[in-house]
């Protein structure tokens, strides 16, 4: 029986993890994995930028189940900053989904990492997959300089930061 690996993350408590993993479920069943067996639930809630991919639990729970359970051939989520938004982890994940020939469904945008006999990376999806690494990465970096530009403006008040 076929297998299929529901990832879910958020960085902070406040984010609603329940929400994304109930999308990711309904779009497991309509892609065949609708016995509950056949679909494993990753949830974390932890950083995907301070974080390096060993520190990563989600990811370590991943690799961990393909390697254990041969039944495994999918893995679902939301978008790639939702496996990291670092550049370098993003194409480390993917690498090991490729050579393990497990199939990448990304929902937002949507795109199937393999080809259907998954011997390669889909042309379209390896296009959308290093823009969209690219725009997670870039977008959390540009969050670290707001916030250090509006902690130097509350330093030079006199405020605390």
Known sequence: MK??????????????????????ISKAIQLGY????????????????????????GIQKLKHYIETDKDIDCVICWEPSRLSRQQKVLYSVRDYLVDHKIQL???NPY????TDDRTQIDTTASIV??????????E????????????NELTKQGKKS
């Open 105 to 107: 469904y990304i929902l």
């Open 140 to 151: 959390m970096m540009i969050k670290k300089e707001r916030f250090m530009r509006a902690k």
């Open 3 to 24: 297998k299929i690996i529901i990832l879910s993350r958020v960085s902070t408590e406040a984010q609603d993890l329940t929400s994304q993993t109930k999308e990711r």
């Open 34 to 57: 609708k016995d509950s067996k056949q679909q494993i639930v990753i949830e974390n809630v932890e950083s995907a930028i301070k974080l390096s991919e060993n520190e990563r639990i």
């Open 129 to 138: 997959f290093s823009l969209f690494s690219t725009l997670a990465e870039n």
């Open 111 to 114: 795109m199937k990492l393999l």
